[in-house]
């Protein structure tokens, strides 16, 4: 029950924490602490203005985004609570790299189904960017998995990982899930321009209900992704905290802690030219591989 409510709250926190924060950073007030829930509010009771080209794609890609986002946060200890699903072995590392792709797959024809030009702009974009940051993803996790010895991630990020496999995969997924969040300075959050933009161009089309199903995906999946990578660390650093009142602290602290970091570093931080962004992703697949290969070495 901690963890359901963690999941409903935590995303909403998290995204609030991140624009106060850049705003102070940039010398203003900001918004209301939970102007987020007022627009996702207002947003639901518009109406659309869809298409007439579009497909059921189009209409699906929101209910699929947040259906996918939700399930793999319900089956993840990222809040350092068990959730129920560890009883049944249902976080497998398989289940989740495919959910993961399976979100991406219909945000990518779902702008394309649009006709636009910045929808094949952004989906293009979504493409390229993808096979950059799976690997990183995908290899960090299964050294996880390696070095706990199985594939069930709800029993990898709450066990106890070899401290080297945890800082350098923690890092790596870190570094990966900034470019798959499209979150600086590999994407600005903010830009509406079709040079820089990359997520925003996939969801220009979107408005009113659709919009506000996909602005919660993108922040349940941004908080999950943080929950994640801060699991990974502290399954290396504290392996005697596993579950508990505890775990569930540390992990609060330490997600809360990423969100204040993300919000000063958007606040200073500049966009990085696109021929740099698979330097980076390089980096992070790097650090994962490294990871792996001390996992398979201390097997």
């Known amino acids: 029950m901690i963890h359901f409510a963690l999941v409903l709250i935590l995303p909403i926190l998290f995204a609030s924490v991140i624009r106060k924060t850049k705003a102070l950073m940039q010398g203003r007030p900001g918004p209301p602490f939970f102007q987020f829930v007022f627009d996702q509010l207002k947003r639901m009771r518009k109406g659309e203005t869809v298409s007439s080209a579009t497909s059921w794609f189009f209409a699906a890609n929101p209910l699929v985004a947040l259906g996918s986002a939700f399930v793999l946060a319900l089956v993840l200890p990222w809040t350092g609570a068990q959730p129920i699903a560890a009883r049944t072995g249902a976080a497998d590392l398989m289940l989740v790299i495919y959910l993961l792709g399976a979100a991406r797959f219909f945000a990518i024809l779902a702008a394309l189904d649009a006709g636009s030009a910045f929808g094949g702009l952004g989906g293009s974009r979504e493409s390229l960017l993808s096979v950059l940051v799976e690997p990183a993803i995908v290899i960090s996790l299964a050294a996880a998995s390696l070095s706990s010895g199985t594939t069930d991630l709800s029993v990898a990020l709450c066990g106890s990982i070899h401290v080297t496999v945890a800082i350098l995969s923690g890092i790596a997924f870190l570094l990966a899930s900034l470019a798959e969040l499209s979150r600086m300075p590999v994407d600005d959050p903010n830009t509406h321009l079709e040079l820089t933009m990359i997520h925003e161009a996939t969801i220009l089309e979107n408005s009113g209900r659709n919009l506000g199903l996909i602005e919660l995906s993108v922040a349940l999946r941004t908080a999950l992704f943080f929950g994640i990578g801060v699991r990974l660390l502290l399954a290396g650093l504290t392996p005697g905290l596993s579950s508990g009142l505890a775990s ?20 200073i931080a500049v966009k990085l030219n696109w021929r740099r962004v698979p330097s980076l992703m390089a980096f992070a697949t790097a650090l994962a591989v490294m990871s792996a290969f001390v996992a398979a070495v201390r097997i």
């Open 248 to 267: 569930v602290t540390i992990s609060l602290f330490g997600i809360l802690l990423l969100g204040v970091l993300l919000g000063v570093f958007e606040g």
